[in-house]
């Protein structure tokens, strides 16, 4: 019934049962793979979090582009934690409407961040139900028998539609299968590296198909001597426990440093911090390919850049929450790390904002989050994905024209993947045909967007603009090697092909540009995409290559930034000159 109780039009007081409720969330059914077993105790306890409206999140976004964009007066000058703290605390009335519906249930909300605009509070399974007029009840995995406790809607008094965002878990499901995330190793059998050599590349480097550190520091012009020491970390990112595992990057017989860094100290190691009881057991078997591949490149390509992997657990028990973890969790600190890789995908749009486990407002929250970083001067960086333009083939719900989430968060630096392609015969760097791009559905287009993504559609005639939002954030912004080396579980690892690797490669170049930065008394780069969008012309241009997806041509690569690589992939030297003279 109470789902069927229009909005109030005016403020009402608390008024136990008599209040009105507005739906905050709702779903149909449980998403595929999930079925409903029954209800749980009813004095079972949940920690529920509460999303609460933040003040100033327009001034905020205001102040990011202030600070971010080169030849502005406050380029550079990054917001302490009390600055931002000042734009998303939420307002006294929110505060005290939150807390005195809570208290008339003899409840209390504790702060997750020191602004307070994220909170938990714990409450029985009876309690929530009543609450939040919902039906908690018990969901099943079939494929693990993992089970989790949510519920199909919940609402809350109308009196605090505009002071709570979203609760969670409430409607959100973890994934239950892989199905937001791409095949860890994606096979690929056809690959050879017989064919003609890349001329401007050493022997060693020519004809690779899958590249390894000492190669892409020729590809890309990286240096290969030691940052001088600074004030500077570089952060790698791991979610749902995954970790590194520090006897794959040394101390076994074939360590990756030892084969493909012989030049540096094969006991280089990286640092750990640990967000929402992350792992880091060292068991073998129990670490990540991704946070195995991405600390090898990030150790072997940022010399003497300290690295940090920042494991963060499953104790929200989904990845939308868990990355608002940490990005609150790296707010909290003094100096977060300078440059932040995560190249974790939540998914595309579709299944984000759609019919996935999650809910636009929690990705909305998330790209609010890494404004947040961004406003603390911190360059986060992330891939897009391995569909092309189009949504998850194998599904076939998949859609064409699909962006990857948190890509498409304006706030951050997409990228996307590049390769030599031996079955065709390549000899120069070309786009990978499954690499992500396109243009979202449900983020604005960014002022810094405006020139490059207005001459690529000028210059295809908005062909096909009917079938995406061309006024959307367009991604990627640059792209990279997308096939490398890597060694997991003790063994070459040489037929992955994701941007994860691009995104990887890119924030090692990001986290020795910073170094250089720091090291000569400067701030940071912070968040890089003003920087990127003036100065283009830093990036190696693709003009062929497109990226179909889910049964569309997608896009086609363009003089210029277009949706398939971004401006192209990185030349160190040109980024150097240019943050030199900043
Ligand atoms: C809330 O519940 C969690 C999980 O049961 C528990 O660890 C925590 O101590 C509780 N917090 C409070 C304030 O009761
Ligand atoms: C799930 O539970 C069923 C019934 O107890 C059992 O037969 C099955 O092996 C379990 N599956 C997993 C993956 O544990
Ligand atoms: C790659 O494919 C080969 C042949 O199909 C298979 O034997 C191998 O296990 C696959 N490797 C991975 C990592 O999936
Ligand atoms: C690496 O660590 C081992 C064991 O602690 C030590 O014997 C060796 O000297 C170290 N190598 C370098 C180059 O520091
Ligand atoms: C396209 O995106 C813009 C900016 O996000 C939005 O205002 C507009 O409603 C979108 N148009 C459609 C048809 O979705
Ligand atoms: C766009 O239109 C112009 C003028 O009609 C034409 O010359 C040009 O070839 C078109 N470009 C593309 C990519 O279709
Ligand atoms: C991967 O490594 C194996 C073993 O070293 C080698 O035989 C194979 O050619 C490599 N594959 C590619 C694509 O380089
Ligand atoms: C436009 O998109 C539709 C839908 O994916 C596709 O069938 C069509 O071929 C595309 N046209 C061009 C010119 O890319
Ligand atoms: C991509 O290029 C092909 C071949 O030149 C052309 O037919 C197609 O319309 C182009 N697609 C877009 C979206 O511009």
Not at 21 to 47: K, Q, W, Y
Not at 529 to 545: E, R, S
Request: net charge negative.
């Amino acid at each position: 019934m109470l789902k069927h109780l229009t909005r109030a039009l005016v403020f009402a007081p608390f008024a136990g049962v008599h209040s009105k409720f507005v739906i905050l969330g709702r779903r149909d059914n449980a998403p595929p793979g999930f079925s409903l077993i029954g209800s749980p105790p009813a004095d079972e306890v949940l920690t529920l979090r509460l999303a609460l409206a933040q003040s100033n999140i327009q001034g905020l976004q205001d102040a990011v582009y202030d600070i971010s964009t080169p030849g502005g007066p406050r380029y550079g000058q990054y917001l302490t934690q009390a600055e931002v703290d000042d734009y998303v605390v939420p307002s006294a009335e929110t505060l005290d409407r939150v807390n005195t519906w809570l208290a008339a249930s003899n409840l209390m909300a504790s702060p997750l961040t020191s602004a307070g605009d994220w909170v938990k509070v714990n409450m029985t399974v009876a309690q929530a139900n009543t609450l939040l007029a919902a039906d908690f009840s018990t969901f099943q995995i079939a494929a693990t028998n993992q089970t989790v406790i949510r519920t199909l809607s919940y609402s809350i008094p109308s009196a605090l539609q505009n002071s709570i965002h979203w609760i969670h878990p409430t409607i959100s499901f973890p994934d239950s299968n892989s199905l937001a995330a791409p095949p860890r190793i994606n096979n690929i059998s056809s690959v050879t590296s017989a064919h003609p050599p890349t001329v401007y590349l050493s022997a060693d480097c020519q004809g690779l198909s899958n590249w390894n550190p000492a190669c892409l520091q020729e590809l890309y012009e990286i240096p290969s001597t030691p940052a001088k020491p600074a004030a500077n970390v570089f952060g790698v990112s791991g979610f749902q426990n995954d970790f590194s595992n520090k006897r794959d990057l040394r101390v076994y017989i074939l360590t990756f440093l030892e084969i493909y860094r012989p030049d540096i100290n094969p006991n280089t190691t990286f640092n750990f911090l640990s967000v929402d009881q992350g792992i880091n057991n060292q068991l073998p078997g129990g670490a990540g390919q991704d946070g195995n591949s991405n600390i090898q490149y990030a150790i072997a390509l940022a010399t003497g850049v300290p690295v940090t992997f920042i494991s963060t657990g499953t104790l929200p028990n989904d990845l939308i929450t868990e990355m608002l973890d940490q990005a609150n969790y790296l707010l909290s600190l003094e100096q977060p790390p300078q440059t932040l890789l995560n190249t974790a995908l939540v998914g595309v749009e579709s299944f984000v904002f759609g019919g996935g486990g999650f809910s636009q407002q929690m990705a909305i929250s998330l790209c609010n989050a890494y404004a947040q970083l961004a406003a603390r001067g911190v360059s986060l960086i992330v891939q897009t994905d391995i569909f092309g333009a189009g949504g998850i083939p194998a599904l076939p719900s998949c859609m064409p024209f699909d962006p990857p989430f948190p890509a498409t968060c304006p706030f951050v630096t997409a990228v996307g993947g590049t390769e030599f392609d031996a079955n065709q015969n390549e000899l120069e760097e070309t786009p990978s045909k499954s690499s992500g791009g396109g243009f979202s559905s449900h983020f604005a287009r960014p002022r810094y967007q405006d020139t490059a993504v207005s001459a690529y559609l000028a210059a295809t005639n908005n062909t096909n603009s009917t079938a995406f939002n061309v006024s959307g954030r367009a991604v990627p912004d640059l792209s990279a090697i997308s096939m490398v080396d890597f060694i997991f579980e003790q063994r070459v690892f040489n037929l992955s092909h994701t941007p994860q690797f691009s995104a990887a490669i890119f924030a090692s170049v990001v986290a020795l540009l910073t170094n250089e930065r720091i090291a000569a008394g400067k701030p940071g780069l912070g968040f890089l995409n003003p920087l990127i969008y003036q100065h283009g012309n830093a990036f190696k241009d693709f003009t062929t290559g497109s990226n179909p997806g889910c049964n569309s041509p997608g896009f086609n690569a363009t003089s210029g930034w277009d949706p398939v690589s971004g401006f192209g992939s990185p030349s160190y030297s040109k980024l150097q000159k240019i943050i030199q003279d900043l």
